[in-house]
């Protein structure tokens, strides 16, 4: 029979409907049932493609005998990390400063005041390599919490104390400038693999927003060696098996540090994000490459993530059926040479197995190899790779698929936006474009109340009951502010107002300036969680900060600029202790030095000379620079104001500092005033 998680819309959540286990879903009722039975809840917080989380589920949440002792002793909650990432966020910390470490499932037990007092991660059905096993755990935890209450109730207050005296101090009024973002750029090339590109060692993940500060950083200054590392890193993942070598997009991480074996689990979030940066190191150096694997991971996006509904699903599993009715991580992309065989025939495998670096002994378990593009040089016949990767595509069709997450996060559709935006204006597919707006119209027509209130996530097209997060209205805020750039939309900018005034309102601290992760008015947990850096999405803090100067510079408000700058001190001082976890707002940071640029672009819509200018600002390096384009006489947007043809021509001016360059027609010069 069903438990109460069968009636949520998570579906990590309704994973474990069926389990034995009596779970209920994040809610006071939970802890009130917990404060009048007298029983500790234990926490288990996860999300649908985590393939630990798949295991424990298989080994313990699904066993009868510990489900009946889990309903015995203890008010069981399931939390979907993507759905409340403020839940997530809080424990985790409290996590990681009880044992250092951190990670999914994440397994808390806690008071019915919800204050923690155990913690760990996944837990086996018998002790092995030094953990016990996950009935040793519930029956030392039901022993403390029975025998010695009044010791477990001074840990946990002690724990709430400790976590509410990690208030973050950064209301730093000075802005980070050139020395801070110097010294960022020298503790990024200390962490950098100078063999395999990438920052550190295994597990090692796409560094997506670093990539992005050294792109910036390389448009500023022209340091050779940021765009070096850039383009290094972003080549080495593409030829990596990180990377699908048939179908595009990424993994979420390579477990070692050559980029070879993935973690297969494939998320929005990273491919909205790699995309972005593909395209930008396409548009600072043409690289071929980078344009395709761009345009490739945003056609994964959309044939294989894209909702009926319009928005983007979450993720697709890591594990999938080997087609012996067990399931597998990487059971989808792995081949070993005799399936070459059998879908190419001898000749053409042997090709493709030198191609694609398939060896008898296999890269990965039992004899598979995980596609990659070892040979970065060599000349081979186009025609017939693309025959052989076309059949190879076609073949692993036929193989069971991994599941898919089809929750639509607001902040991931955001970041989705953005990328599949400025990908379809830069390389001319007004198709991605469609599918941006697409997103776009869901998250306003589903996401977005009366009062202009962001909700976390829908599914199916109904929309989900928790509150968006700080991050939800700063990454969407970037996407409709990149649709405005590229489609000249004014409705776009005047809903990321509306975001942006609520992270104003609700989510800044008026004395400080500092930002939470959820608003003054969310439900309040035994913190309220705060952290300004990147992890596997740019922090709400470093995102809200990025989208906030985009805003003033598309509308001259200077609240959203003011606020963005005090955002911004928190970067002066982490930006050169830990630049590998603060690069978005690095980038943000290069925005605000350059200006950012300002670029009104105004003549007929229809007119070449129009479009020829507007694509010439949109492919600007300058480091966050905004574009308004539009009929002379249009109010769509503020940047239009005022500006007139010059001699009846098409007419570009660019802005920056409260200082304007004489307007151009000449798209030569346009480029030129973009550059350096």
């Known amino acids: 029979m069903p438990n109460r998680l069968a009636h949520e819309t998570s579906p990590y959540l309704l994973q474990h409907a069926d389990n034995p286990v009596d779970w209920w879903p994040w809610s006071a009722d939970a802890f009130e049932e917990a404060r009048e039975s007298g029983k500790p809840v234990l926490l288990s917080v996860g999300y649908s493609s985590c393939h630990w989380c798949h295991v424990m589920a298989h080994e313990s949440f699904e066993d009868q005998e510990t489900a009946d002792y889990l309903n015995a002793h203890f008010v069981s909650v399931k939390v979907d990390r993507e759905e409340r990432p403020d839940v997530d966020a809080v424990y985790m910390e409290a996590v990681q400063a009880a044992t250092g470490q951190g990670g999914w499932p994440m397994t808390v037990f806690l008071t019915p005041g919800a204050e923690p007092f155990y913690f760990g991660t996944y837990f086996p059905p018998a002790p092995r390599q030094g953990m016990p096993s996950f009935r040793q755990v519930l029956e030392g935890v039901h022993s403390a919490w029975t025998d010695r209450r009044d010791e477990v109730a001074e840990v946990a207050e002690k724990i709430v104390r400790d976590l509410a005296g990690r208030e973050i101090a950064f209301g730093d009024t000075q802005l980070p400038g050139e020395e801070e973002l110097a010294q960022a750029l020298l503790g990024l090339t200390r962490d950098y693999d100078s063999t395999h590109g990438g920052f550190g060692g295994a597990p090692k993940f796409p560094p ?69 940066v593909y395209a930008h190191l396409w548009r600072a150096t043409g690289s071929d490459l980078a344009r395709r694997v761009a345009l490739e991971t ?31 991580e990487g059971a989808y992309y792995v081949w070993t040479p005799a399936q070459l065989r059998e879908v190419l025939g001898e000749r053409d495998a042997e090709l493709a197995a030198d191609h694609f670096g398939v060896t008898e002994e296999g890269t990965f378990e039992e004899g598979a190899s995980v596609l990659q593009l070892p040979q970065s040089e060599g000349v081979f016949d186009a025609e017939r790779i693309a025959s052989i990767r076309a059949r190879l595509l076609e073949a692993r069709g036929e193989r069971p698929a991994p599941g898919r997450d089809d929750k639509v996060v607001a902040a991931w559709n955001g970041l989705a936006v953005a990328a599949l935006a400025e990908t379809g204006a830069y ?220 001699g009846g021509e098409p007419t570009a001016y660019v802005c920056r500092n409260f200082t304007c360059d004489a307007p151009t027609t000449d798209v030569d010069r346009l480029r030129e005033a973009l550059g350096r």
Not at 246 to 274: C, I, Q, T
Request: glycine share 10%.
């Open 427 to 646: 390389f001319d597919r007004p198709d991605l474009i469609e599918a941006a707006l697409g997103a776009a119209d869901l998250l306003v027509r589903l996401h977005l109340d009366e009062h202009a209130r962001l909700a976390r996530t829908s599914k199916d097209g109904r929309v989900g009951a928790n509150a968006g997060v700080l991050e939800d209205y700063a990454d969407v805020s970037e996407g409709f502010l990149a649709l405005a750039s590229v489609t000249g939309e004014g409705v776009w900018l005047e809903f990321a107002g509306f975001l942006l005034d609520h992270v104003l309102v609700q989510f800044t601290d008026e004395e400080s300036g500092t930002l939470y992760d959820t608003a003054a008015d969310a439900e309040k947990l035994i913190r309220r969680p705060q952290d300004p850096t990147d992890n596997a999405t740019p922090s709400g803090w470093s995102a809200a900060a990025g989208a906030l100067l985009s805003y003033a510079a598309q509308t001259g408000a200077e609240p959203h600029r003011a606020a963005a700058e005090r955002a911004l001190g928190v970067v002066k001082a982490l930006g050169p202790r830990a630049p590998r976890f603060i690069g978005w707002g690095l980038a943000t940071a290069e925005a605000l030095l350059d200006g950012p640029r300002e670029v009104a672009v105004v003549g007929p819509v229809d007119d070449p000379a129009t479009k020829e200018l507007h694509r010439a600002a949109l492919l600007a390096t300058a480091p966050g620079a905004v574009v308004a384009v539009g009929a002379p006489d249009s109010d769509e947007l503020p940047l239009l104001a005022e500006r007139l043809l010059v």
């Open 298 to 328: 945003a056609d994964f996006m959309v044939r294989e993530l894209r909702t009926n509904e319009g928005g983007f699903a979450s993720a697709l599993d890591a594990d999938s059926d080997d087609g012996n009715g067990k399931h597998v």
């Open 208 to 276: 997506s927003m670093a990539i992005e500060f050294l792109l910036r950083h390389h448009a500023r200054t022209g340091a050779e060696g940021a765009l070096q590392m850039a383009a290094d890193t972003c080549e080495r993942m593409a030829r990596g098996g990180i990377y699908d070598q048939l179908g595009g997009g990424f993994a979420r991480y390579s477990v070692d540090r050559e980029w070879v074996v993935p973690h297969f689990e494939k998320m929005l979030y990273d491919n909205a994000l790699l995309c972005r």
